[in-house]
Each structure stands twice: as C-alpha cells, then as structure tokens.
C-alpha cells in the first residue's frame, strides 16, 4: 500500500525529503533493518555502526544517519532492492549483525526485495545534509492516511438523502425558470481528461515496475544458469579425478599382488587366484594400507 501511494505521488510531482509519503516510507524501512539488530556492547544499539570494515562520509557522524544517508543513495541509485537482495544470500555476513527472529533474517524479507523493485521506476532526489539525518529525532511512523473514517460516508449518505428529497419536492412542484446545470459540459470533459491522465500515469509507472521485474528475474536466471554450468563442470572434473584415482589403485593392487607372488613362489597360482578380486573391490582397505605399500617399496 505505502509503494503505491509513492508510485501515485511521483505521477504527479517529484519526491524528495520534504514529501511526507517518503517520510513514512523510511521509517518502515528503518524499522525492519533495526529490528533485532545487534547493538555495540559500549553503546546503544542502533543500526549500521561502523566497525572499521565499512567507509561512510566523515561529516556524517552518528551510525543511525549513516543508515539513513545509506537508504537515500541507494534510492537515488535505484539498487536499493539489489542491495537488501545481495545481503539475504549472504546468510554467513547478515548473522552476524541480527539475532534470531529478526525480520532479514525470516523468509518474509525475501518478499520485500520483490516490493522494493518498483522504487525503481521512480528518480529520487535528496540532500544528504538536511535536518533529517542528525540522528537525534526517532522515525515514526504515520497511520493516518490508511485510516478509513466512516462519519464522512455517513455524511454523504445524508447528504444523498437530502438531495432526494429535494428532488422529489421539485418534482411536485412547477419550475419558474428553467433547469441550468451546475457542471458545463467542458468542465465534466475536462475532469474526465483528468482521471484518464492519472490512469496512464498510474498504468506507465506500473508497467516501469514490470519491466524492472522483469529485468531483475532474468539477471537472476542468468545467475542460476552459470552457475549450473559451474556445478555441471565440477561434477564431471570429480567423476574423472575419481576414475583416475580408481586405476591407480587398481595398479597399485596388481603390482602388491606380483610382489607377494615373488615372495611366496611355492603359492603364488593359489595365492594370485584367491586374492585378485577381493584386494580390487575393498578400496577402504586398500587406502587405509597405501602407507604401508609405499614402507614396503622403499625396503626393497
């Protein structure tokens, strides 16, 4: 619902810091990345601190302006959604940052990538320096414009009722001046004309967000086929490197097996009949005693 509305604000005018639809935006968006985030044990807690791996702008001080500076240009970059994407597969890197039952690490994150690419379609335009980032006041976030209030269809009931019985009495009674409308009719074609332009306006910025998707699953599909390819190419290295190291082994019990004939040259028909198949079929065997062959070869 809150996509939407940005979608159905930027047809009409350009977004930027000052638009109270943005404002509510981002204070969701903290919210979910400060969700059971882990906090520095010196300090308070608060989302994006600085542990020396990462590098943000020096006059931004505080790590929670740092988060929300970081929010602003990867919106005015449109990779936002890549980069929420990009930090989901790396589970290993994410942990470390979030406890258990935080919402990036749950599978309903994977859905708000999916949200986050419409944002796309929109151009972003913010002041990294303005009063919002000094980290001092605290997100919240504004319900009121999803709050429906049902006085205001009472009203209009009662105000269609009033209209009726007015027409009924008008209906009884003789007009002393003819009927003239109270909307002309360019001016009903031209709220007509209104209405279509925000439908297209509304249909293009939804097609923007398509296409992005679309462009989004094939960068993804194209991912998943290399590396397919990858795997394929290493299961077929592994399935040679196994056949070789098979033959080796195969050679290393024949040539065991001459040996122990040279030895016992009494038995050696007897000897080569009973053990050629067994030695060549127990590999467990025969790796646990490959230390004691190479012994044995360096006695002789």
């Known amino acids: 619902m809150l996509l939407q509305t940005l979608l159905e604000k930027y047809t009409a005018e350009p977004i930027d810091d000052s638009s109270e639809e943005f404002i509510n935006f981002a204070a969701i968006l903290e919210h979910i990345l400060s969700h059971r985030f882990k906090g520095n044990t010196a300090g308070s807690g608060s989302w994006f601190s600085s542990d020396g791996q990462r590098s943000f702008w020096e006059y931004i001080r505080l790590a929670c302006s740092k988060g929300r500076a970081w929010i602003r240009v990867a919106l005015m970059e449109k990779r936002l959604s890549e980069y929420v994407s990009t930090a989901l597969r790396d ?58 209030f049902t006085q205001s269809y009472d009203y209009l009931s009662d105000e269609d009722d009033r209209r009726s019985v007015d027409s009924s009495n008008s209906e009884e009674s003789v007009p002393e001046h003819p009927y003239i409308p109270l909307v002309t009719d360019e001016e009903s074609w031209s709220n007509k004309c209104r209405k279509m332009e925000q439908r297209f306006k509304i249909v293009y910025a939804q ?38 190291e098979k033959e080796e082994l195969e050679a290393v019990v024949l040539e065991l097996q001459a040996q122990l004939s040279a030895l016992m040259p009494c038995d050696s028909s007897h000897l080569a009949k009973d053990l050629s198949i067994p030695l060549v079929n127990q590999w467990s065997t025969i790796s646990n005693n490959q230390g004691d062959v190479k012994l044995f070869r360096r006695k002789r």
Request: charged letters at 30%; a neutral charge; hydrophobic letters at 35%.
């Open 207 to 244: 097609k923007g967000y398509l296409e992005e998707l679309v462009r989004l699953r094939e960068s993804q599909l194209k991912n998943v086929e290399t590396e397919n390819k990858r795997l394929r190419a290493k299961v077929e290295e592994q399935a040679v490197q196994s056949q070789q």
């Open 91 to 148: 589970t290993r890197t994410t942990r470390r940052f979030y406890d258990d039952g935080a919402i990036m690490l749950r599978e309903e994150a994977q859905v708000l990538t999916g949200m986050l690419i419409g944002l796309s379609a929109i151009d972003f335009s913010f002041c990294l320096k303005g009063e919002t980032l000094d980290g001092k006041s605290s997100a919240v976030i504004d319900y009121t414009p999803y709050l429906k």
